[in-house]
């Protein structure tokens, strides 16, 4: 395709329940949509993963919707013949900012593959009509509230729970989680970076309550610290914001840091690069599952079709709408039993609801020609 136009809007959705992690409190999810449109008439809608705030990762909201704007689309007007696996190339010598780029290769993608009537899933090589799916469970105030709203997930058929910890919130609720839900819940924990190599013999005492993994509990370029606490610890360790790129995946699984690996297209550039990552894991024995940011119905329905992978053998972080937001963008997600079914219509599947856009874009979207 040759890119004629494309819009930049942001979206601000009230999350159900303020969202508690080691990073912060998040209680709306702020989101960047990209529109491209194709000389052809070709359309297609993505969605940018940077939060508000540089925490989780660098990039934020206002900065990736600037770069978008200012430098990739201008790269890619510049390419007459557009194929999604020349998004990542001709962006190659802008630096970074893998939140962004993976924003504008996806609106590409959706674009052409809806033009040629093939879904996002087809295309990634998806194997499964339908994924299971897990909840992120973030800090609470009390260990009641905790208990309450792990039950309430569980009873809505979700095949696992993920606890946020933290220094100070770790080794008692997840205690007490496996006490209340027994041996038969999948559980694990995320800790974001709270920790620091120092708590190692603290963080060894997780292995006590059998979780299926731990998930980047140092910093993200401490693969050297997560190394020596897995091989400390029986609990798998599974990376997150260590893993920016397929090379840091070859290198975190060669350095032994994690066992299992949190796929997350916008932190890696994109879907291409996400399904780099799970060809390398799955040759290399480690499994995957796909991470979520609060996304909007758009970002967790492409991110389903990643999930139909064959080696996303781990529930995601995937959740139904229900578990987010009042009203989404696109029609709600639902659970299944403890699946969610991935969509077969051609694209990523969904497009935005016109009205659901009118009520919660924030500002007069942006239009970006090749004219500027
Ligand atoms: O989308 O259900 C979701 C949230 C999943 O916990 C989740 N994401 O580190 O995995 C993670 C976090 C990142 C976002 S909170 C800062
Ligand atoms: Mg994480």
């Known amino acids: 395709m040759r890119i004629a136009e494309a819009e930049l809007r942001t979206v601000a959705l009230p999350l159900i329940t303020p969202f508690r992690t080691s990073l912060g409190t998040q209680t709306v999810r702020r989101a960047l949509l990209v529109r491209v449109r194709g000389a052809e008439g070709e359309e297609g809608w993505s969605e940018c993963v940077a939060d508000d705030e540089p925490t989780y990762s660098p990039e934020y909201l206002e900065g990736a919707a600037d770069l978008i704007r200012r430098f990739l689309l201008p790269a890619l007007f510049a390419v007459p013949s557009l194929d999604p696996a020349g998004v990542a190339p001709a962006l190659a010598h802008l630096r970074g900012h893998p939140m962004a780029k993976a924003a504008v290769e996806t609106a590409v993608l959706d674009a052409v593959l809806r033009a040629r009537g093939l879904s996002l899933a087809a295309h990634l090589g998806g194997v499964r009509s339908s994924v299971r799916v897990g909840v992120s469970v973030g800090i609470a105030d009390t260990l009641d509230d905790l208990l309450d709203t792990v039950d309430r997930h569980v009873g809505a058929g979700y095949a696992r729970i993920k606890l946020k910890i933290e220094p100070g919130w770790d080794l008692e609720p997840v205690r007490l989680v496996r006490e209340t839900f027994g041996p038969g819940l999948m559980l694990t924990a995320d800790a974001n970076t709270a920790y620091t190599p120092a708590d190692a013999r603290h963080l060894a005492r997780l292995d006590a309550y059998g979780l299926t993994m731990l998930e980047q509990p140092f910093a ?61 894991a799955l040759a290399a024995d480690v499994p995957v599952w796909c991470g979520g940011m609060l996304e909007t119905g758009l970002g967790r329905t492409a991110n389903l079709a990643l999930a139909s992978l064959p080696g996303f053998t781990l529930p995601g972080d995937i959740s139904a709408t229900a578990r987010y937001y009042e009203r989404d963008i696109t029609a709600p997600i639902e659970l299944t039993g403890d699946s969610i079914v991935v969509p077969d219509g051609p694209g990523v599947g969904v497009t935005p609801d016109p009205d659901a856009l009118a009520a919660f874009t924030t500002d007069p979207p942006v239009r970006v020609t090749p004219a500027g």
């Open 220 to 280: 993200p370029d401490d693969l050297d610290g997560h190394a020596r606490l897995a091989a400390r610890m029986d609990t798998p360790i599974c990376l997150d914001e260590s893993i920016t790129s397929a090379r840091a995946a070859t290198a975190a699984i060669r350095a032994r840091a994690c066992s299992i690996i949190n796929i997350k297209p916008g932190r890696v550039g994109g879907y291409l690069e996400s399904r780099r990552i799970h060809d390398l």
